[in-house]
């Protein structure tokens, strides 16, 4: 049985398809990563799987249980960490998270047990008394990812679960979630922009419009992107993109003033290139693909050039949604 | 983890036993935030206390007796009180509107509990803390020359426990269509501020012009109010000559066609309404997303 099960997804607010028929699989134990644009469905899709939406159409699992038919086995089945917070700031840590234990209907003697290993694992045990409004917004963050573990759960979901966040307290809620992951088999689903962090998955599916364009290791879509990308400010720019299709017929495209293609053994290829290219370079670097790489080959567009249109699409979505 | 039993809903059929955990532990929080809260705690007393130390005595003067033994600061008091437990039982709603806006109710709607048992919690919370907000009330009472007595205390409480139930239920049918707190701050305005002040808080809804008499009688706040008002003229000590025991003066209770309404019919009235406004507030809440 696979941790979650998607299939044929499809999710409408009124005129605007927010998901697009999605399928997919996560397998136990796995952590797999929704990648793409604010608006492009994400979201919508982890508020289908965790039932704060019911879908248009299509079928889904979590845990082996129907995600409209089970709502209930479901909800006891998954952690969630949003990307907007949804701690009680007047109460305290400790009763933020007895409040969830209760809900959750956790034992007594776990419960007190998880609750202060969890929070000296985040780091917060010390505070573990103080109004959650006193916390900066990191130790927010990790209070929630506490949270969202406390009650076991076998699937995780974590949506931006470090938007906003300075690199360090990324690196250790990332620290914690994979030393969890190995000790309780945890099945992760997690959404992203920054790139760095989809490395951390095992699978990621590329999503576009609704619609998933890609599903694949984060090495093998980096390689689908063709080797290594080799970027060039040339004096003519228009001389140099004609060269390059011409003479080392290759598929150029422009992106921040600097000519970009890939190759699939610089190492090779560049001694050859620097001696017969005849336009002149000012300057060049090779480095490996990443996935904003991979979603410009795949999208066209790079993720962060959408991302202001993109916001507006999402409230919209978000008012549709509630109302 | 349990059965594989299913129904159209997508609600498992729940055991009793964990309706009991999520009426508990809403409930439980909303406490725990209350008790963690003086300064709501003092002003949702300093308005009513405000109005009668402002109506009461302005009043008093001008208004002189209302029935025998019976002054304008023995008629309001029992009013605000009733008002007091108003305000509270409505602010149940305002916390759900609250918490959709802060974020808190993502995790409510998430965690496996019923829709029906969170809009339960929520008013046994709500009751709970209304109740004591009225009792609170009480120790004024010498102040303002009321007499109290320890039955009409035991009386109070199941009447305003229902008002409170009641009213809470309309706060959270009115808060599950609302997305803003403004939104809800307007309804407070156009709808619930004429209903207080049409119920009888401030002077009896009898020798009124006819609208405003209709209004104040298909006002449900009106016999709330009327409850708790007859509950404390039964104990006032009358003046000397006036025989005990006559029904209420007609110019002080509410009639309805010709009937003048007693301590139960009110209850009744406001109890009955009550279970219609929880359902319409359960059947509301339940069908959101």
């Given amino acids: 049985m696979n941790a979650i099960e998607i299939n044929g997804i499809v999710k409408k607010f009124g005129q605007l398809v927010a998901v697009d028929g999605i399928s997919f699989n996560v397998e136990k134990g796995e952590i797999f990563g929704f990648l793409g644009p604010n608006g492009a469905g994400k979201t919508t899709t982890i508020n289908i799987l965790c039932t704060l939406l019911l879908p248009t159409s299509g079928k889904a699992s979590v845990n082996g249980f129907d995600v409209v038919r089970e709502r209930r086995q479901v909800q006891r089945s998954i952690g969630l960490v949003f990307q907007d917070p949804t701690l009680d700031d007047y109460l305290t840590a400790e009763q933020n998270l007895r409040f969830h234990a209760y809900a959750y209907g956790v034992p007594r003697d776990v419960r007190e047990k998880r609750m202060t290993e969890l929070l000296e694992l985040m780091e917060l045990n010390d505070r573990r008394r103080s109004r959650v409004s006193t916390y900066s917004g990191g130790m927010k963050r990790r209070l929630e990812v506490a949270r969202g573990l406390l009650h076991h759960p076998q699937v995780l979901f974590l949506d931006e679960p470090t938007l906003g966040l300075d690199p360090q307290t990324r690196r250790h809620i990332w620290d914690y979630i994979t030393t969890l992951r190995k000790q309780e088999n945890l099945s992760i689903l997690m959404t992203t922009h920054y790139m760095d962090e989809a490395e951390y998955c095992d699978r990621i599916a590329v999503i576009d419009h609704g619609k998933i364009v890609a599903l694949d290791t984060p090495t093998r879509l980096k390689d689908s992107v063709g080797g290594d990308v080799v970027s060039l400010q040339a004096d003519n720019q228009e001389q140099a993109l004609i060269e390059l299709k011409e003479s080392f017929k290759l598929s150029p495209v422009v992106q921040n003033g600097m000519v970009s293609f890939s190759v699939p053994r610089s190492d090779v290829f560049l001694p050859e290139f620097l001696r017969s290219f005849r336009s002149g370079i000012r300057s060049i670097s090779v480095r490996r693909p990443t996935l904003d790489d991979v979603f410009l080959k795949l999208t066209g567009r790079a993720i962060r050039e959408q991302e202001a249109g993109a916001w507006e699409q999402m409230r919209r979505m978000m008012g549709a949604m509630n109302r | ?289």
């Fill in chain 2, 1 to 289: 983890m349990g059965t594989d039993e299913k129904n159209d809903g997508g609600d498992e059929p729940m055991k009793i036993a964990e309706q009991w955990r999520g009426i508990w532990v809403i409930a439980y929080r909303d406490l725990l935030r209350f008790t963690g809260d003086r300064i709501r705690l003092v002003s949702a007393l300093a308005m009513p206390i405000i109005f009668l130390v402002i109506f009461g005595a302005g009043f008093n003067n001008v208004i002189g007796q209302l029935a025998p033994g019976i002054d304008f600061m023995k008629f309001v008091y029992p009013g605000i009180i009733a008002m007091t437990v108003l305000n509270s039982s409505l602010m149940s709603g305002l916390s759900i509107v609250w918490d959709r806006e802060f974020g808190f109710l993502r995790e409510v709607l998430v965690a496996p509990l019923s829709r029906g048992s969170v809009v339960a919690g929520k008013i046994v919370g709500s009751a709970v803390i209304s109740l004591a907000q009225g009792i609170i009330m009480l120790v004024i009472a010498p102040i303002v020359d009321v007499r109290l007595t320890a039955m009409l205390v035991l009386k109070l409480v199941p009447v305003l426990l229902i008002i409170s139930i009641s009213i809470s239920a309309l706060g959270i049918l009115i808060a599950s269509r609302m997305r803003s707190q403004q939104g809800f701050q307007l309804v407070m305005m156009v709808l619930l501020m004429p209903m207080t002040f049409l119920s009888g808080v401030m002077f009896p809804v009898n020798n009124v012009p006819v609208w405003m008499e209709v209004i104040s009688k298909v006002n449900p706040l009106t016999y709330g109010v009327d409850a708790v008002r007859q509950l404390f003229l039964a104990v006032q000590p009358l003046p000397a000559g006036i025989p005990a025991g006559i029904p209420m003066p007609s110019a002080i209770g509410v009639t309805v066609f010709g009937r003048t309404m007693g301590v139960l019919d009110d209850t009744l009235v406001v109890a009955g309404l009550g279970i219609l406004l929880l359902i319409m507030a359960v059947v509301t809440f339940s069908r959101q997303e």
